[in-house]
Nanobody
Framework: VQLQASGGGLVQAGGSLTLSCAASGSIVRINGMGWYRQVRGKQRELVAT???????NYEDHVKGRFIISRDIAQKMVYLQMSSLKPEDTAVYYCNARVVRQWGRSYEYEYWGQGTLVTVSS
């Protein structure tokens, strides 16, 4: 199973950016998907998650500015980011919890390679 993230780049403060992440490989079902971010020297932190039924959860600092969504059929998850701030600068990673075997419920966790978002002031 592979997760391919894209959409990062350089944007001015107040601007918008949309990240995409595509899952591929031996997948029976994708349960939760999400986005995390990491600043050099700091721990990776949750940004937003979305369940298979569409229930979302956001880190407090991004509430009202970021929107997570997913396309179950296409095995994709998106992160629409608006009103970006310099403190949003980080490497963003997508995450997925995947069921790989029919009739089983065990989940495997996978991470994408990360995409850099830089917000200039």
């Amino acid at each position: 199973v592979q997760l391919q993230a894209s959409g990062g780049g350089l944007v001015q403060a107040g601007g918008s950016l949309t990240l995409s992440c595509a899952a591929s490989g031996s997948i029976v079902r994708i349960n939760g998907m999400g986005w995390y971010r990491q600043v050099r020297g700091k721990q990776r932190e949750l940004v937003a998650t979305i369940t298979s039924s569409g229930v979302t959860n956001y880190e407090d600092h991004v509430k009202g500015r970021f929107i997570i969504s997913r396309d179950i059929a296409q095995k994709m998850v998106y992160l629409q980011m608006s009103s970006l701030k310099p403190e949003d600068t980080a490497v963003y990673y997508c995450n997925a919890r995947v069921v790989r075997q029919w009739g089983r419920s065990y989940e495997y966790e996978y991470w994408g390679q990360g995409t850099l978002v830089t917000v200039s002031s």
